[in-house]
């Protein structure tokens, strides 16, 4: 059978499972959009700019496991695609870009908004292509899907130029599963099993990897008395109230926090990278430790920390493994009978540094963001998903909401300022019976706020609560702490709550903390997005950081 090469594709795609394709439409990808458009399965989502497309599809994918996909026009469009794809690629997120480009006699002309795609996106990408024949189409989308999802995930970019996908095309098959999945090889497992039943102090870091697996890591923890810290936003992959959990491993974790991990004999890393934040800039695991890291991408394996044992294997299948093997001790759930592995005092002080109730200097210019926290958790239950911003007002959100169900934080490790928003609109496209919170900065609320016109015509309905303290507050903090002063990080009080109701978006405004649990109430009467803007006090850059006092210190 014989089709278009656009239709092949979509085709493709739609029996991969794939259902939302996420867009600022362009004149180079018409029969794309077009097929999309047609089929009543799928859904096309025009967005208000390329970055929040990105960012809606990379969190679909994060939050399902799924890949979506974004579209874009060229150069112009592809490179404001660019931070989303940048944000897969260092969250190990499935995803697809699909891209027009320059007609096919064009191509290497500079013609109009022409750039090498496959090139550009050569370092952000685990695959990247330009299709050049339209009967090849479908088969180079369904490789891009096999690498999209094949050990280490990440974006696949194909680029079509224009002429290309109205042409004759043939149908392809998804190439899925890509490759068999890693299987626990019993002679690792074993030699696992006896590292961690010989340690002392053994030690967990979970991360992207091992997502979806609450119940067997739960038992592995209680099996070897083994401590859980959670890798940098990948907080929901271990439930957080367990008497095992140790914390985040986020930027500038507190010193007693990180000491378990710095006296533990043996890390057992499970579906990590250890990326910089995660390490602590590169400073644990530390010299000493046994290591053995447990991942789908043998190229992760060792790039970091030399190992004493490195396994390719899915990471909660070999956790399973791992969990039953003969070798392990027999301990009580929560309670290990080898005092050493007592993490008792550890939770203890992870619960009291996360509650949010616990007190705090007052704020002397707006509302303590920790007030904020505290309302949010009075307010919203442990199975909403949470979404944030790159800033230092993250730092309250990750320290004071605690994750106790998988597939319940997407947030970037790459860091990227906008994503909240976007991504929270992402979140509620494709899980509409979930309750969806982002955390937003007005600085990257400005940024990518407009993606609320996006939430309200296609009826999504998060919770956007913004922290505007009129100020880069990172930077600040940074300057200050190196210059001893400040410069370029000002931020205009603009009228968030305006700005978001002009959007389509019922709005709230809270300069008291009194008034915070009101506020809340009467936007969850509300329908469609809602957006709750709080003054927070600018002076106050973290919980244990106050801006007076960095600019007071000598530099």
């Known amino acids: 059978m014989t089709t278009t090469a656009a239709a092949a594709t979509i085709d493709l795609l739609s029996a991969a499972g794939v259902r939302r394709f996420y867009t600022v439409p362009g004149e180079s990808f018409l029969e794309l959009m077009d097929e999309v458009a047609a089929r009543p399965e799928l859904e096309l989502i025009s967005t208000r700019h390329e970055s929040g497309a990105a960012f809606m599809a990379e969190a679909e994918g994060k939050l399902t496991g799924r890949p979506a996909v974004a579209m874009a026009t060229r150069a112009v469009g592809a490179t404001n695609l660019a931070i989303g794809v940048h944000t897969a690629h260092q969250d190990s997120t499935p995803m697809l870009v699909l891209l027009g480009q320059v007609e096919t006699d064009h191509l290497g002309k500079e013609a109009f908004q022409e750039v090498d795609l496959p090139r550009f996106f050569g370092q952000l990408s685990t695959f990247a292509a330009t299709v050049h024949r339209s009967d090849r189409a479908a088969d180079t989308v369904a490789r891009a899907l096999q690498a999209a999802t094949s050990g280490r995930p990440g974006p696949a970019v194909v680029a079509f130029p224009s002429d290309v996908l109205g042409r004759p095309g043939q149908p392809a098959a998804p190439r899925l599963p890509a490759r068999p999945t890693p299987l626990a090889n019993a002679g690792q497992v074993a030699a696992a099993a006896e590292l961690l039943r010989s340690a002392r102090r053994p030690v967990a870091i979970v991360g992207e990897g091992a997502q979806d697996g609450h119940d067997v890591l739960t038992r592995l923890a209680e099996r070897y008395g083994i401590g859980v810290y959670s890798a940098f936003r990948r907080q929901d992959t271990f439930p957080n109230s367990h008497p095992n959990y140790l914390g985040h491993l986020t930027l500038g974790t507190l010193p007693d926090l990180l000491q378990p991990l710095r006296e533990a004999d043996v890390v057992l890393v499970l579906g990590s990278r250890l990326d910089e934040v995660t390490t602590q800039t590169y400073s644990v695991p530390v010299a000493g430790s046994q290591v053995i890291q447990v991942d789908e991408d043998p190229r992760t394996l060792g790039s970091v920390v030399p190992l004493a044992l490195g396994v390719v294997a899915q990471p909660v299948g070999f956790a399973?493994?791992?969990?039953?093997?003969?070798?392990?001790?027999?301990?009580?759930?929560?309670?290990p009978t080898d005092p050493t592995t007592d993490w008792s005092a550890a939770h203890r002080r992870y619960l009291e540094l996360s509650d949010p109730a616990a007190g705090h200097e007052a704020a002397e210019n707006g509302v303590h963001p920790t007030d904020v926290m505290a309302a949010l958790r009075r307010h919203l239950g442990t199975d909403t998903v949470v979404t944030n911003d790159a800033g230092n007002f993250s730092v309250f959100g990750h320290r004071y909401w605690r994750f106790e169900r998988p597939r319940t934080q997407v947030a970037p490790i790459s860091g990227a300022m906008g994503y909240a928003v976007p991504a929270a609109v992402g979140v509620a496209l494709a899980a509409p019976e979930r309750r969806v919170l982002a955390l937003a900065g007005d600085g990257g609320f400005l940024m990518t706020g407009q993606e609320l016109e996006t939430a309200a015509r296609y009826g999504a309905e998060p919770l956007v609560v913004v922290f505007q303290n009129t100020l880069y507050g990172t930077?600040?903090?940074?300057?200050?702490?190196?210059?001893?002063?400040t410069g370029g990080i000002d931020?205009?009080?603009?009228?968030?709550?305006?700005?978001?109701?002009?959007l389509g978006a019922a709005t709230r405004g809270v300069d008291d903390e009194r008034h915070l649990d009101d506020a809340l109430r009467e936007l969850d009467a509300e329908s469609g997005p809602r957006v709750l803007v709080v003054q927070t006090d600018p002076d106050v850059l973290t919980p244990t950081t106050r801006l007076s006092g960095l600019m007071g210190a000598p530099a």
Request: without cysteine.
């Open 491 to 502: 931020i205009g009080r603009v009228d968030l709550a305006g700005f978001a109701r002009s």
């Open 320 to 335: 399973a493994a791992l969990a039953v093997h003969p070798g392990a001790p027999a301990a009580h759930p929560g309670a």
């Open 475 to 485: 930077i600040a903090m940074h300057q200050a702490r190196s210059m001893g002063r």
